[in-house]
DNA sequence: TAGTGGTCTAGACCACCGG
DNA sequence: CGGTGGTCTAGACCACTAG
């Protein structure tokens, strides 16, 4: 059981550690998620069965699943079942991928890589992954394409240690946070970026064929797993000529 | 009362326009803020008090009142009651501008007022805005500073039939969405942005003191009431040397 | 102390889905 | 058809706030 009645086994209600019932119920399950207890696309027990098992009402269950849906973690079905959620492109595409082509219509990029190096980590790149000094990085470097143009110059950083192997593969797959949970059971969840204006460097400019010092988008995102600890740091340059960068305000 | 047992007297749950009596909950209360029923600030009536009014269960208007809380339009405080939110300058610092220093302590812009117009609608304000062709348009020009250093030229198109009065009023006030609820009844909801880099035109450079043809964030605004409808558009090129525009992915 | 929102429970009926 | 999530109800106890 999770619980007696009254929250007596737990801390009480007006100290500073207290979780309602249905926060512990969604750590819980949140926690399984993450410890790969229940995969990808797989559907959960049925909100009476978890109840059962946790000891909890139907409706505290379901409140912790409401919110872990609004949080992406979840899709639920009526009538079929509630599902660990896919990171496919459809997904990445309506949650990170804020970059739209001027035909408004939304596309995910093709990315040709240009540079995977291991090396250790920046003062920058310690900072901003929250990485102990001394710690090394994957640093991948590609180009993205936008119906066939090239629009972005990207470079990521990534904390070797949580991600063995991946600088050997024969190819580093273009949908990466879908890489990441399937191969590493690393859910990105959420992120921040910060955005600026600045003049292309010539080596970008090259690459993306606009003359040196063009105006380009910068844009700088940490990314964030289910813990709230950083993942990867994605540094991109995006030629905003011919698409631009949507935000949503609610 | 809102409805019978079974929504016996709406359109059955399978039809096309059904909606859960949450929702229809939701909609009189919104259209009570909307037609200012209920002014900014002001206090609802209890759940238990609404719903009787209503003829609905305290569960009902609670899952209602827990939308419009999500969705900013509503503050509740537990033990004093449910508010009404109001515009001030915490919520559209937090909701509306994202343009935050390199300190990163977010603060709200002072304006400087260059040009306040009427007009006939351009083709292209009709189109942002929804107007019909021969309407006005309220057309304002200011620039914003940030920590006292000018950093945005801003320009707004404001339906003239929705503001009547705004033009000849002594001084325009900096925050123009708190004007707009408390004098004009109008609440903004929310909006859409779009970013991209360009160079600083002549006369804008002029005015924030930069070279022209420095790169600049130009970013494309509209900004929509309760009922979705389109209420400002507004235009902002911004140099981005000592400030970022900042976008949370959740 | 009275009233509010916050949490939790138990039970009911519904629409939707698959077999 | 049986099982799932979606909705709605009724009632309980709690913590917080005001007076």
């Not at 990534?158 to 050997?168: C, N």
Request: hydrophobic share 40%; charged share 25%.
């Amino acid at each position: 059981m999770m619980n007696e009645k009254t929250n007596s086994q737990d801390e009480a209600r007006g100290t500073p550690g207290f979780l309602p019932l249905y926060r512990q119920v969604k750590s819980l399950l949140v926690r399984r998620i993450s410890e790969r207890f229940w995969q990808p696309g797989e559907i959960l027990p049925s909100e009476m069965q978890i109840a059962a098992e946790l000891g909890v009402s139907q409706g505290t269950v379901r409140k912790a699943l409401d919110e872990m849906t609004a949080d992406r973690l979840l899709v639920r079905r009526q009538g079929r079942g509630t599902f660990v959620a896919r990171h496919d492109e459809s997904r990445i595409l309506f949650q990170f991928f804020k970059i739209v082509p001027e035909t408004g219509i939304p596309v995910f990029p093709e990315s040709h890589l240009r540079r995977v190096e291991t090396a250790p980590a920046s003062p920058e790149e310690v900072a901003r992954l929250a990485l102990r000094p001394g710690d090394s990085v994957i640093r991948i470097a590609r180009i993205r394409s936008l119906n066939g143009r090239p629009t972005i110059s990207e470079y990521l950083a990534l904390p070797l240690e949580r991600f063995p192997g991946l600088v050997s593969q024969a190819d580093i797959p273009n949908n990466l946070y879908d890489h990441f949970a399937s191969d590493y059971g690393i859910t990105i969840a959420g992120g921040d970026e910060s955005l600026r204006a600045m003049a292309a460097p010539a080596e970008d400019a090259a690459l993306l064929g606009i003359p040196e010092g063009t105006p380009i988008l910068a844009i700088d995102r940490v990314a964030l797993d289910l813990d709230g600890k950083p993942v990867e740091w994605r540094y991109s340059l995006c030629d905003t000529r011919h698409c631009h960068y949507v935000s949503g305000l609610r």
